[in-house]
T-cell receptor, first 114, second 110 residues
Framework: QKEVEQNSGPLSVPEGAIASLNCTYSDRVSQSFFWYRQYSGKSPELIMSIYSNGDKEDGRFTAQLNKASQYVSLLIRDSQPSDSATYLCAVNRGLTGGGNKLTFGTGTQLKVEL | SQTIHQWPATLVQPVGSPLSLECTVEGTSNPNLYWYRQAAGRGLQLLFYSVGIGQISSEVPQNLSASRPQDRQFILSSKKLLLSDSGFYLC?????????FGPGTRLTVL
């Protein structure tokens, strides 16, 4: 079982619709969760972070966390063509000697169609 | 504000040649620094991390090495590149719990 799993997609949604991206993780002790957006040929940029069970909203984005089910999701409302990108789910854990490690899923490709 | 630089942006190297990629961070002190590689069709793989000058931890065995000669400088090196070293190399620094990525170096080994 992969540490962080995502459906690779592509996930196609029409402009203005809600895009729902899902992620599951295997390490029960993980406490911090992140969603990054990566445009083709570019580096990942942080969209959302979530640390507690429930929903966290930021503009058109909502992150949802369910630690009991080991499940994180990202909802994008009113999807725009500029949202077309690969979305990476990342899960944090501490490292011996200090620092922390983000384990990434392979990403879900989102296509927002006109 | 913090800024992270990587160079070069693009690199094409022959198999067996050496490699040196540099990463520098501005606007913060004593950051945790990371090197990741993203190969085609694969996720981001953590290669090395550093919590301070001269402190390097390796996540996976490979023919790459890393060094941190200064507080805000992180270098990725290889003595002899392999075809499998091709990929997108990303440097990152940690601010509290969040990691921020540099612009990356795309390496093609021929």
């Amino acid at each position: 079982q992969k540490e962080v799993e995502q459906n690779s997609g592509p996930l196609s949604v029409p402009e203005g619709a809600i895009a729902s991206l899902n992620c599951t993780y295997s390490d029960r002790v993980s406490q911090s969760f992140f969603w990054y957006r990566q445009y083709s040929g570019k580096s990942p940029e942080l969209i959302m972070s979530i640390y507690s069970n429930g929903d966290k909203e930021d503009g058109r984005f909502t992150a949802q966390l369910n630690k009991a089910s080991q499940y994180v999701s990202l909802l994008i409302r009113d999807s725009q063509p500029s949202d077309s990108a690969t979305y990476l789910c990342a899960v944090n854990r501490g490292l011996t000697g200090g620092g922390n490690k983000l384990t990434f899923g392979t990403g879900t490709q989102l296509k927002v169609e006109l | 504000s913090q800024t992270i630089h990587q160079w070069p942006a693009t690199l094409v190297q022959p198999v067996g040649s050496p490699l040196s990629l540099e990463c520098t961070v501005e606007g913060t002190s004593n950051p945790n620094l990371y090197w990741y590689r993203q190969a085609a069709g694969r996720g981001l793989q953590l290669l090395f991390y550093s919590v301070g000058i001269g402190q390097i931890s390796s996540e996976v065995p490979q023919n790459l090495s890393a060094s941190r000669p200064q507080d805000r400088q992180f270098i990725l090196s290889s003595k002899k590149l392999l075809l499998s070293d091709s990929g997108f190399y990303l440097c990152a620094w940690r601010g509290q719990l969040i990691q921020f990525f540099g612009p990356g170096t795309r390496l093609t080994v021929l």
